[in-house]
């Protein structure tokens, strides 16, 4: 009774547990491409846009708190998103998770801490097959590796990436079911080409014999008709010519070819799965090409990165005080000349500081490029609302002053480093009526224009 007791117990266990079986390996049925998704050269160049872009992306730690924002104020924190493990480098190991996420839509980050529970090494989980475990009511995720070996780990000791994510409660959708009809049409017009071009070296001629003849007697035969009338060097000018003995016939190979129309059609339909196309595929895309290849693939890809990893890497109490992970893409790096040449209307305005402007252009920082500047014509409004309040207490005659200053400092402005603050000052008093108009004010102004020239 014990036994059947221990049986019933394991299928009420089995009926617990959820298995997701990765494409790396054989499914349930047999097909001509094997099942493994990146030995096609077709599905590899589409999702390598992806792959590549998200190598690209760069981690960064923020914290905002009332001292204001820092960046990467955490060196052990950067150190892990630039060198996740001793084996990989930041890049290598994004474009090998996104490898694995485009051909699984799941892809599995192993977080290794120290007995402090601080988080020290990343670790890609390549595994062939995971399984849903509970154990003592806590989710783990039990994996299989290519070895054989399996390991289980806790979900929250995981970085979990996925995509397609629809029926079920922790896996993405696997892309093989949908994927399986279009490769095994790919397979099969691979196949069709190979064969018809074994095809073209078969037997183009047939000799009839109409007489009983010995096997070595046919041999040589066919061998002297081939080198009188089929080679190359024959002097018959390819002129057969045979006698009542036997009858020469021509035969034509009609093997089929796949019409390229059809297989174009069916190549477009893996780059709409994989949401690219030609253009991204053969590096032949322009700046607007690729930035809604961006939108579309990379961008989602990157904020997925930085919610997960913030959620997994911090606790709740550090995510409460302003810490998170952002995955930052150089997407402007993509960008015409033309554009980039305009953002130093965002640089002349503080907008960007001069070394951001320079990382799109890719040149090197300079020092104080991380400080933001703005030109002198775009401080003339906040200097004028000075000017207008000083303004409200002085009379009609003297506001007629103060208008003058004014007209004369947005001159200077136009004329460049010809004229400054001070002369502009001066010189707008003069032609409002002389310094007296001023009332005492101009050591005033004169020090509000030396602020605004500051």
Known sequence: MGFFRRRKAMKAEKADKSVMQMVTT????????????????????????????????????????????????????????????????????????????????????????????????????????????????????????????????????????????????????????????????????????????????IVRWLLTFTSAMRPEDIKKNVKEFVDNYLSVES????????????????????????????????????????????????????????????????EPLAVQMGETYSVRLFSRRERGCGNRIVFEASNLQCASLQSKLAMQAMVDRGAMTPNEWRAVMNMAPVEGGDQPIRRLDTQVVAMAERLLGMAEALDTGKMEAMAGVMVKLLEAVRAGPGMSFREAVLTGAGAAGGQAALDGREEGLLETAERGEG
């Open 26 to 201: 054989y499914g349930e049925h047999y097909y001509s491409w094997n099942g493994k998704l990146y030995d096609s050269d077709i599905v590899r160049a589409c999702i390598r846009p992806k792959v590549k872009a998200a190598g690209k992306l760069i981690g960064k730690h923020i914290r905002t708190d009332a001292g204001g924002l820092k960046v990467n104020p955490d060196a052990n924190i950067r150190f892990l998103l630039s060198e996740p493990n001793p084996f990989m480098t930041g890049q290598q190991f994004q474009e090998k998770v996104a490898t694995q996420l485009c051909l699984n839509n799941n892809a599995f980050i192993l977080i290794v801490r120290d007995i402090n529970g601080k988080p020290m090494q990343l670790y890609p989980i390549p595994c062939v097959m995971c399984e849903t475990k509970y154990v003592n009511d806590e989710l783990c995720l039990k994996f299989q590796y290519r070895n054989g070996k399996t390991g289980t780990f806790l979900y929250d000791q995981i970085i979990h990436l996925r995509q397609d994510f629809n029926e079920h409660d922790i896996f993405g959708e696997s892309p093989a079911p949908a994927l399986s009809s279009m490769m095994e049409v790919i397979g099969t017009i691979d196949q069709g080409i190979v064969k018809a071009i074994r095809n073209s070296g």
């Open 235 to 298: 002097d018959t000018f390819g002129a057969a010519g045979v006698d009542s003995k036997a009858t020469a016939t021509r035969i034509e190979p009609k093997d089929y070819v796949p019409n390229a129309l059809q297989t174009k059609e069916t190549i477009n339909r893996i780059y709409s799965f994989f949401n690219t196309n030609e253009k991204i595929v053969q590096s032949r895309w322009t700046e607007d090409d690729w930035n809604a290849y961006y939108e579309a693939e990379v």
